[in-house]
């Protein structure tokens, strides 16, 4: 039995293939073919645009497959009220940077545009078609038209839209094109999906809950180290309080009675700055080592 995985092909692709890499999946892509090869038996790849990959998996061409909470809203706002898809885990990732990408309203900075609601009768060009008429309803607001977007949309206004909605991670694009952002339409980040059918099958049930507790740990080990050190205890008060630790720091008494082994993971950041705190505290053999995953 094997488990098809649909891969978001495009900008998030080499950041899912390394994320994949640090939960313990190789997963090999070729500029030549849509199906990558993976050191899983039981796992058939396939690369598949993200707008494009809550379709697929709601009809069940694909058991699970990562995409952007903002492609599964356009999905379930284009469809009906409810989507044939779950999410079984938040994978705060992205193509720059591990957080989330936001949605914005944007127009020139020099326009009439100042808020949401100064998009009355206005033409608003975007991507995401559903996601913003849903947005302008919410608001009760009654734009002229929402227009699909093939791209390059943040030089269309102010002569082809009045305005847009596209996604940032920094802004510093919409600012180069003298864009001024007025209001944030969503919140995006990779989530990973199933189809409910497979979902009721007991053994890709596991596998898809499996893939998704070893892709958190991944995202939860990023940016953290391991730090191990051995302590007299009568400076052992001194040196906790200089840890800030993910959980409660693990304590061991060592084969010399007043000696304890200390090991925590902290954020990767503060070493430079910890490490000779913790040696003036009486740390000692101050051991540094990197992490693949950590399981909450």
Same mark, same amino acid.
């Given at each position: 039995m094997t488990l098809k995985l649909g891969l978001p092909k495009g /900008?998030?692709?080499?950041a899912t293939v390394q994320l994949f890499a640090r939960a313990g999946f190789n997963v090999y892509v070729s500029t030549r073919s849509y199906f990558p090869t993976i050191d899983d038996p039981e796992i058939e790849c396939m690369l598949i645009r993200p707008q494009e990959m809550p379709r697929y998996v709601c009809e069940g061409v694909l058991d699970a497959g990562l995409t952007g909470l903002d492609c599964v809203a356009e999905h379930r706002y284009g469809r009906d009220a409810h989507t044939c898809v779950t999410s079984l885990a938040d994978l705060v990732y992205?193509?720059?940077s591990f957080g989330k990408v936001r949605w914005v309203l944007a127009a020139p900075e020099d326009s009439r545009f100042k808020t949401p609601q100064d998009f009355a009768g206005a033409v608003?060009?975007?991507?995401?078609?559903?996601v913003t008429r849903n947005y302008f309803e919410r608001l009760g607001v009654k734009v002229k038209r929402v227009e699909f977007s093939w791209g390059a949309?943040?030089?269309?206004?102010?002569v082809l839209a009045d305005g847009i909605v596209e996604a940032t991670e920094t802004g510093s694009t919409l600012r180069a094109n003298r864009l001024r952002i007025l209001d944030t339409v969503m919140e995006s980040n990779t989530q990973l999906?199933?189809?409910?059918? /497979?979902?009721?099958?007991?053994w890709k049930r596991t596998k898809i809950e499996n893939i998704a507790l070893l892709l958190k740990a991944a995202i939860e080990a990023q940016g953290r180290v391991g730090l191990m050190l051995n302590v007299q205890r009568a400076d052992?008060?001194?040196?906790?309080?200089?840890?800030?630790?993910?959980?409660?720091?693990?304590?061991s008494s060592l084969s010399e009675g007043d000696w304890v082994a200390v090991n925590t993971i902290i954020e990767e950041r503060t070493v430079r700055d910890l490490i000779p705190?913790?040696?003036a505290a009486g740390g000692q053999g101050i051991v540094e080592y990197p992490l693949n995953k950590i399981v909450v």
């Open positions: /900008s998030l692709q080499e992205s193509k720059q608003v060009a975007t991507e995401f078609v559903h949309t943040e030089v269309k206004p102010p999906i199933a189809n409910g059918g /497979s979902l009721s099958e007991a052992l008060e001194k040196v906790l309080a200089l840890l800030p630790a993910l959980q409660r720091p693990t304590i705190k913790l040696k």
